[in-house]
């Protein structure tokens, strides 16, 4: 396989490239707030579901030469100047570091005069929530370990990039451990389940707001950590008790629990930005937000067990857990009191062939008011893989190195 994919790599005497996908994912026990932020070392350890990247997925190509006069970067086709992003630099010199501190590989004297051009995009909203920097900086990491034919511990890397890039290294259900050591290095993630270990999980994101957030996550957490004694508590007291209570959900695919305590982990996450002093305004969640959850307890009321997880990351769209066969009847839901501009395009991602219908007693039992066009649309997805490689033809750059559109 290695060496298929290998075939597939462009390399001349000018330009050597490689292309990758990398995944989105979504927190259940939330990582908020850094010990270290040189480091970006977590106060508490998280745990995540990564995504199906066909339906959410970043691509990046990186290509090599003698011949490109400094490192370049295009962004969802805008061009950044790399010396202002040091996160960046960062990610590339470690992989360099890498490549150099290994003997047996070849690759560093062939590309150590090199200068790089990245160009990576997005197929879905950016700075939105919905984990555009963790997808993006492991898909980075991942091409760079490709191009440069390095090994190790790639998460440590890609978490110093973005702190949830390190859970998107791996697919399935994924643990970051907080580690203990100064310098980060036990500061790791590692995989618990693969995702084939709970192939029912689906997943619904009801994109509310696309467009960039008010305050970004590295603000909003800095401030919750100066200020906010709630987020201590949770650090110290809550989350350990949590993730062994969602490990064991997940191992044993107990869905009552790993639904509640889900969303028992993004009330508080949002808690501790109202805790924030001043808080975080705009809030994350908005008045949409609050009606998916509102719908959401409401729909669980009814059935008296969770059919639902919501949870929200730093933004107002809600990511729904649910198993495969609640779909239809929860999709219906979401079209009763959410009902969408246009039915064509309202579901992308994974098809729902089946229209659910709704007892008149459910309906009669939900006390919000339908809310005409509030979900733009919705993301049908479920549990993915990790990041790969993929063929040339996917390539974002030319046989030059620049962007191809």
């Known amino acids: 396989m290695e060496d298929e994919l290998a075939g597939k ?52 190509t990186v290509a090599a030469s003698r011949n490109f006069s400094e490192d370049c970067l295009w962004l969802n086709g805008r061009k950044h100047d790399i010396a202002k992003m040091p996160r960046i630099e960062k990610c590339l010199s470690k992989i360099r570091e890498l490549c150099q501190s290994d003997q047996q590989n070849t690759r560093w004297s062939e590309l150590k005069d090199c200068h790089l051009h990245i160009c990576s995009q997005n197929n879905f909203p950016t700075a939105a929530g919905l984990a555009s920097s963790a997808a993006g900086y492991s898909c980075l990491v ?38 203990e050591m100064d310098d980060g290095s036990d500061s790791i993630a590692k995989q618990i389940a693969s995702q084939e270990h709970w192939i ?127 779909i239809p009847e929860v999709l219906a839901l979401i079209k009763y009191f959410f009902p969408p501009d246009t039915e064509s395009g309202f579901v992308k991602g994974i098809g729902i062939h089946s229209q659910g219908t709704l007892p008149e007693s459910l309906l009669e039992s939900i006390s919000i008011e339908p809310s005409h066009g509030a979900v733009k649309y919705v993301i049908s997805t479920k549990v993915g893989s990790g990041p790969c490689e993929l063929g040339q033809e996917y390539s974002l750059l030319d046989e030059d190195g620049l962007p191809k559109s």
């Open 9 to 60: 790599r462009l390399k001349t005497d000018c330009v050597q490239m490689v292309t990758c996908q990398g995944p989105v994912n979504i927190a259940v026990i939330k990582y908020w707030g850094k010990r270290d932020e040189e480091l970006i070392l977590p106060l508490n350890s998280s745990l995540s579901v990564t995504l199906g990247m066909d339906e959410l997925h970043s691509t990046t």
């Open 142 to 179: 991942f091409a760079l370990s490709r191009l440069f034919q390095v090994n190790g511990e790639l998460s440590r890397i890609a978490r110093q990039g973005s702190g949830s890039a390190c859970r998107s290294m791996y697919g399935g259900f994924v643990e970051w451990e907080k580690g």
């Open 200 to 326: 029912g999980l689906r997943v619904l994101i009801l994109v509310v707001n696309e467009h960039k957030k008010g305050t970004s996550s590295t603000e909003g957490m800095r401030r919750s950590v100066e200020t906010s004694e709630l987020l201590q508590l949770r650090a110290e007291l809550c989350v350990p008790q949590r993730m062994e209570t969602m490990k064991k959900a997940v191992l044993e695919r107990d869905f009552k629990s790993f639904a509640e305590t889900t969303m028992k982990e993004s009330n508080q996450l949002h808690a501790v930005c109202q805790d924030t002093f001043p808080p975080i305004t705009p809030p994350y969640m908005n008045q949409t937000s609050h009606r998916v959850v509102q719908l959401v307890t409401e729909y669980n009321s009814f059935y008296g067990e969770p059919k639902v997880a919501y949870t929200f990351d730093a933004g107002p769209n809600a990511c729904l857990f649910l198993l495969e066969n609640e």
